[in-house]
């Protein structure tokens, strides 16, 4: 069965500095990963997503992911935070294998950027 | 293009009622899922549909039921309401089935149930 983790409930980072929110998964056959971001009270946006080429994709809002194969992670990172990106961060593989497709989540990494 | 839109967007009841939530997606989307989201149980599928067939269904008890119209706008039921239905209703709507494709959210409806 596929699966993502993300290993940080919380990311604390200064405003400007460089950020990275972590996800590792599970699965059998091509990954096809994303991810999300959740503002307050408002339903999930996306952001990127990896499903074959480059290991360095790049998304909305200066993000950019990272797919390592061989560590089966896709870390999301941005060069220089803004206290705007405080939001709670998903990752997310799509599972195609049951005949229906769904989505898995990972448990979310909410990020604090410190001004 | 407008953005998927989920009604209403708060609702209160009382166990043992039901409810319908709406979900209207983006023109042109005829793929549509729906998630509960929980403090405690994070993002957890519900179903898909697609061309007005449930395709995909997850690990929840036959109380909660759904379907899809053939304008794709899609409805989801939940019988005989419990505390722990308590939670926010995402619905989602994608261009096709593949998993190529990302999926793209409405801003939810807060069920709160007493």
């Known amino acids: 069965a596929q699966s993502v983790a993300q290993p940080e409930d919380q990311v604390n980072v200064a405003e400007g500095n460089p950020l990275t929110v972590k996800c590792t998964y599970s699965?059998?056959?091509?990954?096809?990963l994303f991810w999300y971001v959740q503002y307050p009270n408002r339903g999930l946006q996306f952001l990127l997503k990896?499903?074959?080429?480059?290991?360095l994709v790049k998304g909305s809002y200066g993000f950019e992911a990272e797919f390592n194969k061989s560590q089966t992670s896709f870390h999301l990172k941005k060069p220089s935070a803004l206290v705007s990106d405080s939001a709670l961060y998903f990752c997310a593989v799509r599972d195609g294998d049951t005949g229906g497709f769904k989505t898995i989540f990972g448990a979310g990494t909410r990020l604090f950027v410190k001004a | 293009k407008a953005g998927v839109t989920q009604t209403p967007r708060y609702l209160i009841k009382t166990r043992g009622q039901q409810v319908t939530l709406s979900c209207s997606p983006i023109s042109g989307h005829r793929s549509v899922s729906w998630y509960q989201q929980t403090p405690g149980q994070g993002l957890q599928f519900l179903f898909e549909?697609?061309?007005?067939?449930?395709?995909n269904k997850g690990n929840f008890p036959g109380r909660f039921s759904g379907r899809q119209f053939s304008n794709s706008r899609s409805e989801m039921n939940v019988s005989t309401l419990e505390l722990g239905d308590s939670a926010l209703y995402l619905c989602?709507?994608?261009?096709?089935?593949?998993?190529?494709?990302?999926?793209?959210f409405g801003p939810g409806t807060r069920l709160t149930v007493t």
């Open positions: 699965v059998s056959g091509n990954p096809y």
């Open positions: 989602a709507s994608s261009l096709g089935r593949d998993s190529v494709f990302e999926q793209y």
């Open positions: 549909y697609f061309s007005e067939t449930q395709r």
């Open positions: 990896y499903i074959t080429g480059d290991n």
